[in-house]
């Protein structure tokens, strides 16, 4: 036994057997999860030390810092780049359509954001680039009487948002996350990013911006999810 302990190549055979008995066993993943709580406890408390320009806490109540951005929603939708059409439309002025490549060459801006998911978590400091909804709305030119915006998706999805909420400057329709290509399971090739309300309302999968006259719950709030979703009150269900 001693001989063998001597000789690297079974050293590292008998630790690398070891690791995945501990594996199997759960030992491994137990410290793993255990020192990634650990880090996102530390983030939140840093975070909730933190406070924003309105005096609120950076961190909303009831929210867990995570490291990365979670894939919720389902699977990926069915616009691609080549084919997507989106739609700016309703109650506006000049109704346009807009092709993949024609985005891409509208003005183009890149922002920091937090994001706050319903379910409790909370990525800070995304960085996310696209076309501010703004620009959008200036081309297509609102009607007086348009008083939300409905974020239309893939599969039928919608979100409703107050104009107001959405003609705020950090509010965008995003192509890029850190860098790269918005990934399918994150709402490719584009999503709404709204980061003052919880992330359902950030429709993913994106094909329409309607300006609408009236209110028209989306797809969450018509099962029992708040209407609003400021993440600072905890509007998470009606």
């Known amino acids: 036994m001693a001989s063998q302990d001597m000789n690297p190549e079974l050293a590292r055979l008998r630790d690398r057997r070891r690791f995945i008995a501990q594996a199997a066993s759960g030992t491994v993943v137990s410290g793993l999860c255990g020192l990634a709580y650990l880090l996102s406890d530390e983030l939140t408390r840093t975070a909730r030390a933190e406070t924003l320009p309105d005096g609120r806490s950076r961190l909303p109540p009831g929210q867990r810092v995570i490291r990365a951005l979670k894939p919720m929603g389902g699977e990926p939708g069915d616009p691609d780049p080549g084919h997507l059409e989106l739609r700016v439309h309703g109650a506006v002025e000049a109704p346009f359509v807009l092709r993949f490549n024609e985005f891409l060459a509208l003005p183009q801006v890149t922002h920091t954001v937090d994001v706050h998911c319903v ?36 599969h039928g999805y919608t979100s ?14 995003a192509h890029k996350l850190e860098g790269a290509a918005l990934p399918r399971a994150h709402g490719g090739p584009i999503r ?17 911006v309607r300006f609408a006259e009236h209110d028209e719950p989306g797809y969450w709030e018509t099962r029992g999810y708040n209407n609003h979703a400021d993440p600072w009150r905890e509007e998470r269900y009606a």
């Open 119 to 154: 379910t409790g978590w909370t990525v800070l400091g995304a960085h996310v680039e696209g076309v501010l909804l703004r620009t959008l709305a200036e081309r297509a030119r609102p009607k007086p009487s348009a008083r939300h915006v409905i974020f239309e998706a893939a």
């Open 160 to 173: 409703n948002v107050r104009i107001q909420d959405a003609l705020a400057p950090d509010v965008m329709l």
């Open 192 to 208: 709404a990013v709204i980061p003052k309300l919880y992330f359902w309302k950030s429709a993913k999968w994106l094909v329409g």
